[in-house]
């Protein structure tokens, strides 16, 4: 069985929806371990409501060790690591362990307003000021960088001149909750090839 870890630092709405598409059946894997850099995390009532074993790693306590502390939890026990929301950025032995077998999902259409401190209503109000017509969320394999591995999806959304950051977040939250067990599902059956930079995803 394909095997996954879901790392969080929040409500876990993505989680919830990778999650779902596990126990639907949509998804052929089982989740190994949900973990949170945050131990005031909604997403580890999600975790314990679902019988999957959380652990909670809380970053204003373990600082720079958060990292090693997750590798010690997933070594040899997953197949893949999903960040869903996870604020932490993995750094060290993790990103060698887990090479191309980590992926996050941002919401915006990267490049566009990603990078460093780019996270949460923050994303969405860069883009409501910005004026864009189009948003939407990426998903991308985690390299050493932030943000800025090969992408595998892209979903947009329609940006309207009286969009509140609010609003545009809650719009491309749904999509999130497609493409995020979409990614997930693909690569557990072997059909996202990454070449360089680029990715062909076979459907
Ligand atoms: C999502 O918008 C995701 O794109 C970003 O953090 C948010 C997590 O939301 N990385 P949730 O905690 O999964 O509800």
Same mark, same amino acid.
């Given at each position: 069985m394909f095997r996954i870890a879901v790392l969080i630092s929040g409500s876990g709405s993505d989680l919830q929806s990778v999650i779902d598409g596990v126990n639907s059946g949509y !998804? $052929? /894997?089982? !989740?190994?371990a949900v973990i949170s &850099?945050? $131990? &005031? /995390?909604?997403g580890i009532k999600r975790a314990e409501e679902n019988g999957i074993p959380a652990y909670v790693f809380d970053k204003r306590e373990y600082k720079e060790g958060v990292s090693e502390l997750i590798l010690s939890v997933i070594k040899d026990k997953v197949d893949l690591v999903v960040l869903a929301g996870f604020l932490s950025v993995l750094k060290g032995d993790i990103l060698k362990e887990f090479r191309d077998r980590i992926i996050n999902i941002h919401p915006?259409? @990267?490049? /566009?307003?990603? =990078? $460093? %401190?780019?996270? %949460?209503i923050k994303v969405h109000q860069k883009a409501v000021d910005y004026g864009v017509k189009v948003s939407g969320c990426t998903v991308h394999f985690v390299d050493e =960088?932030? &943000?800025? %591995?090969?992408? @595998?999806f892209q979903r947009t959304v329609p940006v309207y001149f009286d969009d509140t950051a609010d609003i545009l977040q809650k719009r491309i939250l749904k999509e999130e909750h497609i493409a995020l067990p979409e990614a997930v599902k693909l690569i557990s059956e072997g059909k996202v090839v990454l070449k360089g930079r680029k990715t062909i995803v076979m459907d």
């Amino acid at each position: 069985m394909f095997r996954i870890a879901v790392l969080i630092s929040g409500s876990g709405s993505d989680l919830q929806s990778v999650i779902d598409g596990v126990n639907s059946g949509y !998804i $052929k /894997a089982s !989740i190994e371990a949900v973990i949170s &850099d945050n $131990k &005031d /995390a909604y997403g580890i009532k999600r975790a314990e409501e679902n019988g999957i074993p959380a652990y909670v790693f809380d970053k204003r306590e373990y600082k720079e060790g958060v990292s090693e502390l997750i590798l010690s939890v997933i070594k040899d026990k997953v197949d893949l690591v999903v960040l869903a929301g996870f604020l932490s950025v993995l750094k060290g032995d993790i990103l060698k362990e887990f090479r191309d077998r980590i992926i996050n999902i941002h919401p915006s259409l @990267i490049p /566009a307003f990603c =990078g $460093k %401190g780019m996270y %949460g209503i923050k994303v969405h109000q860069k883009a409501v000021d910005y004026g864009v017509k189009v948003s939407g969320c990426t998903v991308h394999f985690v390299d050493e =960088g932030t &943000d800025t %591995g090969p992408i @595998i999806f892209q979903r947009t959304v329609p940006v309207y001149f009286d969009d509140t950051a609010d609003i545009l977040q809650k719009r491309i939250l749904k999509e999130e909750h497609i493409a995020l067990p979409e990614a997930v599902k693909l690569i557990s059956e072997g059909k996202v090839v990454l070449k360089g930079r680029k990715t062909i995803v076979m459907d």
